[in-house]
């Protein structure tokens, strides 16, 4: 099964740079790049009936929420992202119960069986805040 949802991911990807790497050039929104390859994974992936979605976040009926535990403040103000920002303000070394939404979840909703991949697109750097999520 990881081989088949490696094999999903990386044409995904590779679609999105045969057919769309313009919105890399474009310096598109990163939520633009991550549509576009949700597309090319729900291509790929809905004979499962799975939900392929960006931006998901609600855990059954609430907020998806998540602990993200110790965070590097080097390496979130190293990442200058609006999440590490507000991590690096604060002085949290413990980070504790933080709101979260994956770029891209292919998972079947209002459960918590098959969460079955998670994608965080990032176009220029890492962030600390979303390897932790991860």
């Given at each position: 099964?990881?081989?088949?949802?490696?094999n999903?991911?990386?044409?995904?990807?590779?679609?999105?740079?045969?057919?769309?790497?313009?919105l890399?050039?474009?310096?598109?929104?990163?939520q633009a790049?991550?549509h576009?390859?949700?597309v090319y994974?729900?291509?790929?992936?809905?004979?499962n009936?799975?939900?392929?979605d960006?931006e998901?976040n609600k855990h059954?009926?609430d907020?998806?929420?998540i602990?993200?535990?110790e965070?590097n403040?080097?390496?979130c103000?190293?990442?200058?992202?609006?999440?590490?920002?507000?991590i690096?303000?604060?002085?949290?070394?413990?980070?504790e119960?933080?709101?979260?939404?994956?770029?891209?979840?292919v998972h079947?909703r209002?459960?918590d069986?098959?969460?079955i991949?998670?994608?965080e697109?990032?176009?220029?750097?890492?962030?600390?805040?979303?390897?932790?999520?991860?």
């Amino acid at each position: 099964m990881t081989k088949n949802l490696n094999n999903i991911v990386q044409k995904s990807t590779q679609y999105f740079l045969d057919n769309d790497q313009m919105l890399l050039e474009l310096d598109s929104h990163e939520q633009a790049v991550s549509h576009r390859i949700a597309v090319y994974i729900e291509q790929l992936v809905n004979e499962n009936e799975l939900s392929i979605d960006c931006e998901y976040n609600k855990h059954l009926g609430d907020p998806k929420r998540i602990n993200l535990g110790e965070i590097n403040h080097k390496e979130c103000t190293e990442c200058g992202c609006r999440a590490c920002r507000d991590i690096v303000q604060k002085g949290i070394g413990q980070v504790e119960e933080k709101l979260f939404r994956p770029d891209i979840l292919v998972h079947e909703r209002n459960t918590d069986k098959n969460n079955i991949i998670v994608i965080e697109i990032k176009k220029e750097r890492v962030c600390p805040f979303d390897k932790a999520k991860l």
